[in-house]
């Protein structure tokens, strides 16, 4: 499937980092935000409205195009695009945010085809 350039928009990619406060719960922080251009459309179809159900309203779709290296890790795996933009799964995308705020939805899920598709879960 291939990208519209009529539909791409620039998002940002905030790192989540884990923290530990005083009294040894985590806590999540967000890094500073990467530009990156993608293709965001609302989850819809037979699959997501069986997998998320009642979530789906609340389920963004995201797709990029470009090469990638796939990076495991002990966590999970993360996507690296190169000029310090990896993608990981909980991490945050500024979609209807600006770039300084707090991210508005975080990564759900990563699927590895050949322009990455991710889906996005509102915070």
Same mark, same amino acid.
Do not use: H
């Given at each position: ?36 251009? !993608? ?14 159900? #009642? ?20 966590? !999970? ?14 991490? !945050? ?10 991210? #508005? ?19």
């Amino acid at each position: 499937m291939r990208i519209k350039r009529s539909r791409l928009n620039t998002f940002y990619l905030k790192k989540r980092i884990s923290k530990k406060d005083k009294e040894g719960c985590s806590t999540g922080e967000w890094g500073t935000g990467v530009p990156f251009v !993608g293709e965001q459309w609302p989850a819809s179809g037979k699959v997501q409205v069986q997998q998320y159900g #009642d979530r789906l309203n609340y389920i963004l779709n995201l797709k990029l195009d470009g090469v990638y290296q796939i990076i495991k890790e002990k966590q !999970g795996a993360s996507f690296d695009f190169g000029n310090d933009l990896v993608f990981r799964e909980q991490d !945050g995308i500024c979609i209807f945010a600006d770039e300084k705020s707090d991210p #508005d939805y975080r990564i759900i899920a990563i699927k590895p085809y050949r322009q990455l598709k991710m889906e996005l879960e509102k915070i």
